[in-house]
């Protein structure tokens, strides 16, 4: 059966999560608050009275871009 880890559209995001994971694993969110004031404002979302907040999770501009554009993910909000 197919898993995220070996469907050939899905390898490559992966691969750069797991990137991205080695990269964050020593950050603080305290530091990444600090660096970015807008970060509350930059990872949130509102859509039909539903608020995520995805700042208080390691997680970059990049990453944030990337997991909008996976394959079969379609989120409501993405374009707000």
């Known amino acids: 059966m197919p898993t995220a880890e070996n469907t050939p559209l899905m390898n490559i995001p992966l691969q750069a999560l797991k990137v991205h994971h080695q990269l964050m694993k020593n950050s603080h969110l305290l530091q990444l608050f600090a ?4 970060r509350g404002e930059r990872f949130s ?5 539903l608020y995520l907040d995805y700042s208080k999770n390691l997680i970059t ?3 944030w871009n990337f997991s909008w554009n996976l394959p079969g993910k379609e989120i409501a909000g993405k374009n707000r």
């Open 35 to 38: 660096e970015d004031h807008q």
């Open 45 to 49: 979302m509102e859509e039909k009275g």
């Open 61 to 63: 501009q990049k990453p």
